[in-house]
């Protein structure tokens, strides 16, 4: 009975006491888990709350937080900077395979999926007991088929490719948790990009790098390296307040035995509402040609060629065509070492910013400490990112027209 008026109060605090049928939706508030990158933490937190999620709490490149299906729903697609949202199941302290073994046969799976589902396993383990993470997926797959094979008569598939159902197993040391991965495919898989580039940044990564530079969405956005676009695509969304996941069409709940297919559309429709008509100006300069034709075809396939402009021109023969205050987001080579085209590169980046970029905040991510060090602008902030495994530094340049002291 507390937790129903616990649930209504909620209900009433955030405006969606609708009708009945609303409120037998909320009957059922759980644990859930958004993964993120590192240093995202604080904003995932941020976007969480904005959905209404309650109980948020951080951790190391995750988020914990509570909600009913519908905030599980939303927060598949409407987070721009979490990987997969994960509704832990069951938590056991196990102490070799064969007690994890146990565990998985003793679930009770045929709650979430049934025998002619297909599924796939994805563990990580830390500690000296459990070692192998592909061991540790088989001996949780063979706990499910058997417990299938025992009530049903036949067993669902294990299928790498396309699976229905997605499990998350974590083992740290001796606790063991068994989770339902509520997205499938990671949720930077937007859908835009039909044609690939070469090393094309994460969404979740670019999303994410945008709303840290904390762009006010009303300057007009520049990325002058764009490449396939990605830092373009995700502020566009940012400005126009689309949910990024808005288009995509594949969820791992929607194989779940409790998909709710009209919660979804409500909330769909809900979302679509809430798009906003704003027209900052989202450029981007591609120099290569055949790169540029990919990103060209990108933007017009997802119908945002009114809003996304491309250019096939190099960054370094440009300038800014106005004395407006103007947002820029580089993603220059990396390279391994600085070498003297490395060094030519950013040292250029740094020259065009100061002589043809007036009034403009200007955020470069490198993992090339070296190759920052020769843009040779004072930098006004720093923030520690990792793209992938590389250590990374996002920094903010803030170019003037004339000297800083005369705009203080």
């Known amino acids: 009975m507390l937790k129903l008026i616990i649930i209504w109060i909620h209900c009433i605090q955030y405006g969606k006491v609708k009708d009945e049928k609303y409120l037998n939706r909320m009957k059922e508030i759980f644990q859930m888990s958004a993964k993120t990158f590192y240093g995202f933490e604080d904003i995932l937190c941020e976007e969480l709350k904005k959905i209404d999620a309650i109980g948020v709490f951080k951790s190391n490149r995750i988020v914990h937080f509570k909600g009913d299906k519908e905030i599980m729903y939303k927060a ?32 009770e799976w045929e709650k979430y999926f049934n025998k002619d589902s ?12 459990f070692t192998h993470s592909l061991f540790v997926s088989q001996r949780v797959k063979d706990g499910i088929v058997d417990r299938f094979r025992k009530l049903k008569g036949s067993r669902p598939i294990v299928d790498k490719s396309n699976p229905d159902i997605y499990i998350d197993v974590h083992i740290d040391n001796n606790y063991c948790t068994l989770s339902l991965n509520s997205s499938g495919r990671n949720l930077n898989q937007r859908g835009y990009r039909k044609k690939n580039t070469e090393a094309p940044l994460n969404e979740v990564l670019a999303s994410g790098l945008i709303l840290i530079s904390n762009w006010n969405k009303k300057d007009d956005f520049l990325d002058p390296m764009c490449g396939g676009g990605t830092f373009l695509f995700e502020a566009c969304m940012i400005a126009k307040n689309i949910p990024p996941n808005l288009n995509r069409k594949n969820f ?40 540029f034709k990919k990103l060209d075809f990108n933007v017009k396939n997802s119908n945002l060629s009114d809003f996304i402009s491309v250019s096939n ?69 720093k923030v520690k990112i990792y793209n992938g495994k590389l250590e990374s530094k996002f920094i903010k340049y803030e170019i003037y027209e004339g000297s800083k002291k005369n705009k203080i």
């Open 118 to 129: 297909s599924f796939y396993i994805n563990s990580v383990c830390f500690g000296k007991v």
């Open 313 to 381: 021109i190099d960054f370094f023969n440009s300038k800014k065509d106005s004395k407006e205050n103007l947002h820029v987001v580089i993603n220059p080579p990396y390279g391994v070492r600085i070498g003297k085209e490395l060094e030519k590169i950013y040292s250029l980046i740094g020259d065009t910013l100061k002589q043809k970029y007036q009034n403009t905040n200007a955020w470069i991510i490198s993992s090339n400490f070296e190759a920052i060090k020769r843009i040779g602008l004072k930098p006004s902030k």
């Open 252 to 291: 791992a709940f929607k194989k779940w035995n409790d998909w709710d297919q009209d919660l979804f559309i409500d909330i769909s429709k809900s979302l679509t509402k809430k798009i906003r008509d704003t027209n900052p100006k989202i450029i981007g300069f591609e120099k290569s040609s055949n790169t």
């Open 76 to 107: 598949n697609l409407c987070l721009r900077t979490a990987l997969k949202i994960l509704l832990p199941i069951a938590k056991r302290k196990i102490s070799n395979y064969e007690s994890l073994y146990k565990f998985s046969f003793d679930f």
